[in-house]
């Protein structure tokens, strides 16, 4: 079965100093990767995604990932916090027999000013 | 604006009531999911659809029901509530099918459903 881990509940870093939000995942074959944002109160906003090619993938408000296969990895990095990116991060692959999105159990990054 | 739309946004009800929750897709889209979230809790996968017809169906309980109709909206219906079904329900979309598996799913805001 396919599936993502996000091991930290809550990653806690100080404004202007780069942040990482880690997710492993187990899929069969090439996976097809993403990271979603969720403010209070809100929908989940994409972020990002990983289907194939360069490693580092680039998205949206300064985010970006890197992809490694060895390590079943896809980690979340910006290289400076800001105390708006204060919210709930999820970590989701394809399931590629019937396209749904299967998420982590979210991260929460607190941003300290 | 991800171009999903839920309604209603809120909804209080009674426990014992039957509620339906609405969800219309991004124009296009074919593929209908619906999670639940509650309280500090992740996303739980409900069901999907895709072009009218259940596709995937995950802890869904038998109380819930959905179906997806031609003009491609969604509705959940949620009967015999439970003060434990209060939660957050999100319905999200994407274009759907084999060939687009590198898409991503937009999300709607919500139905914030309480059962008092």
């Known amino acids: 079965a396919q599936s993502v881990a996000q091991p930290e509940d809550q990653v806690n870093v100080a404004e202007g100093n780069p942040l990482t939000v880690k997710c492993t995942y187990s899929?069969?074959?090439?996976?097809?990767l993403f990271w979603y944002v969720q403010y209070p109160n809100r929908g989940l906003q994409f972020l990002l995604k990983?289907?194939?090619?360069?490693?580092l993938v680039k998205g949206s408000y300064g985010f970006e990932a890197e992809f490694n296969k060895s390590q079943t990895s896809f980690h979340l990095k910006k290289p400076s916090a800001l105390v708006s990116d204060s919210a709930l991060y999820f970590c989701?692959?394809?399931?590629?027999?019937?396209?749904?999105?299967?998420f982590g159990t979210g991260t929460r990054l607190q941003v300290f000013p | 604006d991800s171009g999903v739309t839920q309604t209603p946004k809120h909804l209080i009800t009674a426990t014992g009531q039957r509620v339906t929750l609405r969800c219309s897709p991004r124009?296009?889209?074919?593929?209908v999911y619906w999670y639940q979230q509650s309280l500090d809790q992740g996303l739980q996968f409900l069901i999907q659809?895709?072009?009218?017809?259940?596709?995937a169906k995950g802890n869904i309980l038998e109380r819930f029901s959905a179906q997806q109709f031609p003009d491609l909206h969604s509705e959940l219906n949620l009967s015999s509530l439970e003060l434990g079904d209060s939660a957050l329900y999100f319905c999200?979309?994407?274009?759907?099918?084999?060939?687009?598996?590198?898409?991503?799913?937009?999300f709607g805001q919500g139905t914030r459903l309480t059962v008092v």
């Open positions: 999200a979309s994407s274009a759907g099918g084999a060939g687009y598996m590198n898409t991503e799913a937009f």
């Open positions: 899929v069969s074959g090439n996976p097809y």
């Open positions: 990983y289907i194939t090619g360069d490693n």
């Open positions: 989701a692959v394809r399931d590629k027999n019937t396209d749904k999105l299967i």
């Open positions: 124009s296009g889209d074919l593929s």
């Open positions: 659809y895709y072009n009218g017809e259940e596709r």
